[in-house]
C-alpha cells in the first residue's frame, strides 16, 4: 500500500473551498498511486476558533454530507481518505478525524486529549477511546495531534494489534520536539508504522510549523516535509512488518521484543489519576 500525506494550508470557516481543495489533492495523490491519503486536523473547517458558537455552524454529524461526497470520491479513485473535521453531537461538538472508503465511513476518532489551543478549548472530550479499524489492507488507529504526546494511546492500539496509526495534526510553532521526535518514538516503541500529517500557514495569529512525517516499525523515517510549505509526502507500507515484533539483532544473543518483553504488573501507577506517589526514603 502507498500512503499519501497532504501537508497543506487550511483556511478558516472555508468550508467548501477547502472541502474542493482536498479532493483536488486526492485526485493527484491517486494519481501517484496512493490507496490511502491522509489530511490534518481540522482540514474542513480551519481549527482556531474564538468560540463554541463560532464552532457550531461548522460542525458536521459521522456520516453527514461531507462524508458523503468524500465516499463518492473514493469510489471514484479506489481509494481511502482519513481527514479532520469537527463533529456535530447532540452534547457538543467534538474534534473528530474519520476514515472514509469506497463502501462509506470505516470508522471515526474522537480526539481524548484536549490542549487549551484553539477548538480544542471548547470541544467536548473523546469518548470512545482508542479503537483500531479493519481496512481491507491494513488494521488502522487514528489519534489526533496532542495524542501523540501520550504514548499509552498508541501502546492501546498497538495492543489491538494496529499495523498503523494515523495522526492528523495541527502543531503550531512550540511543538518541534514532538514532529522531530515523538513520532518517530511512538513508531519504534510499538513496531508500527505511524503517520503524522501537519498542517502549514497561519491562523489568528498561530504559525502551523509543517514537518509532517512517515515513519516505520524500526523508528525510521520513511518520508518527511522539507520546510513550511505545502507538500505531498508518500511512503509504501507493509503490514506484515507491523505484524513480526521480534527482531532478532544476533541470533539467539540478541532478541529485542517490546510487546512479549512488557510488564505491565509494574505499570499500575500510570492508571492513577493524577496519583504521584511520594518517593521511597532509605
Known amino acids: 500500500m502507498i500512503i499519501a500525506g497532504v501537508q497543506m494550508d487550511i483556511a478558516l470557516m472555508e468550508k467548501t473551498d477547502n472541502l474542493h481543495r482536498i479532493i483536488a489533492k486526492m485526485h493527484e495523490t491517486a ?3 496512493a490507496e490511502l491519503t491522509v489530511f490534518p486536523e481540522c482540514a474542513l473547517t480551519g481549527y482556531c ?18 462524508t458523503k461526497t468524500l465516499q463518492q470520491v473514493c469510489r471514484e479513485l479506489n481509494q481511502t481518505v482519513v481527514i479532520g473535521m469537527l463533529e456535530q453531537a447532540p452534547h457538543g461538538v467534538y474534534n473528530s478525524a474519520v476514515i472514509i472508503t469506497r463502501e462509506g465511513v470505516l470508522g471515526k476518532y474522537r480526539k481524548i486529549h484536549l490542549p487549551y489551543l484553539g477548538v480544542d478549548r471548547f470541544a467536548t472530550p473523546g469518548d470512545r477511546g482508542f479503537e ?3 481496512h481491507p489492507s491494513a488494521r488502522i488507529g487514528v489519534n489526533i495531534c496532542y495524542d501523540s504526546a501520550f504514548p499509552e494511546s498508541s501502546r492501546v492500539m498497538t495492543l489491538q494489534q494496529a499495523d498503523l496509526i494515523i495522526l492528523p495534526t495541527n502543531w503550531p510553532t512550540g511543538a518541534e520536539c514532538v514532529a522531530e521526535h515523538a513520532i518517530n518514538t ?7 508504522f505511524y503517520c503524522a500529517i501537519n498542517r502549514v500557514g497561519e491562523e489568528r495569529g498561530f504559525q502551523f510549523i509543517g514537518k509532517s512525517r512517515i515513519c516505520g516499525p524500526a ?24 505484524r513480526n515484533k521480534r527482531v532478532d539483532r544476533v541470533p539467539d544473543k540478541h532478541v529485542i521484543d517490546r510487546l512479549a518483553d512488557r510488564r505491565p504488573e509494574m505499570y499500575g501507577l500510570i492508571v492513577e489519576p493524577h496519583g504521584l506517589k511520594p518517593p521511597q526514603r532509605g
Open 31 to 33: 494519481s501517484e498511486g
Open 49 to 66: 476558533f474564538d468560540s463554541l458558537q463560532e464552532a457550531v455552524p461548522l460542525a458536521e454529524t459521522i456520516p453527514g454530507p461531507t
Open 132 to 134: 483500531v479499524f479493519e
Open 186 to 192: 511512538r513508531a519504534m516503541e510499538n513496531g508500527i
Open 219 to 242: 523508528g525510521e523515517t520513511l518520508a518527511t516535509s522539507t520546510g513550511r510549505e505545502e507538500e505531498i509526502l508518500y511512503a509504501t507500507f507493509d503490514p506484515e512488518r507491523a
